[in-house]
């Protein structure tokens, strides 16, 4: 396929990547800032544009990785007519490009992307379009990226969406809290890695409930009150511990 891509950053730039190395043809990079356009085409072997130059219409596919809620203003900026045309946010409905093209929807890679990333192997991504035909399109372009592909409607990518802020962006969330009470207490954070990498390692094959352990599950009030003594100089971790403490004691209780 011949792609244009609208947006230059983590994701814009993984995707691109994913997509050159498929065989597929990124005949342009659109980026409000020319520099990073520039920097992309580059990189893709495409054509840079920005607000000043049009956006090529000899190409098939639109892909459009821009932050969630430009997606709103983009009908502003072009109409695709009967090109297909995808974003690749997780919450945000597929018509939202209603107004962009007869044939729309989305291609959401359930990871967290960066430009730094040395490999992309294995990125699960769900589709959906707008109708049977556009949605058939749009998964054989999806199979051609990646072995992982689903569909799924609006209503079920935004809950897995919810799904991956707990499991990444809450979870690193911890580990910040973790790094940070251990520096103050002299203590190397370092030392926990085998335990996180182990514990993400089991849930591969177990459900996470069934491998749940530590001093709340077996409700040792005697640990979890030396904790909390010591957490008493860290009001905002305490209040976590607690919570989380609580939430898993709840859980044995279902």
């Known amino acids: 396929m011949r792609v244009v891509i609208i947006g230059s950053g983590n994701v814009a730039t993984v995707m691109g990547r994913i997509i050159k190395r498929s065989g597929h043809e990124i005949v342009q990079v659109f980026s409000r800032d020319i520099v990073h356009a520039k920097t992309l085409a580059s990189e893709l072997g495409s054509t840079p544009c920005d607000c000043q130059g049009p956006i090529n219409t000899n190409t098939d596919l639109y892909l459009i990785a821009i932050k969630d809620g430009a997606l709103y203003e983009l009908n502003k900026l072009f109409h695709a007519g009967n090109k297909l045309v995808v974003h690749t946010a997780g919450s945000i409905p597929k018509d939202v490009l209603k107004d962009i093209s007869h044939n729309y929807g989305v291609l959401y890679p ?22 049977p035909e556009t949605t058939a399109l749009i998964e054989d372009f999806a199979r051609s990226l990646s072995n992982t592909v689903s569909i799924a409607n609006d209503d079920q990518r935004l809950k897995l969406h919810v799904a991956a802020v707990i499991v990444s962006n809450f979870t690193n969330h911890l580990y910040a809290l973790a790094e940070e009470f251990c520096e103050k207490e002299k203590v190397d954070f370092k030392m926990l890695i085998p335990l996180i990498m182990e514990t ?17 599950l077996r409700n040792d009030i005697f640990t979890l009150d030396k904790h909390l003594r010591l957490l ?12 989380l403490t609580e939430s898993i004691m709840k859980g044995q209780e279902q």
């Open 232 to 243: 008493n100089a860290y009001p905002k971790l305490k209040y976590v511990y607690l919570k």
């Open 200 to 216: 993400a390692e089991r849930i591969e094959t177990n459900s996470p409930a069934s491998v749940q352990t530590g001093p709340a």
């Open 110 to 131: 359930l990871q967290t992307l960066r430009k730094e990333m040395d490999t992309t192997a294995g990125i699960p991504i769900l589709i959906d379009g707008n109708s």
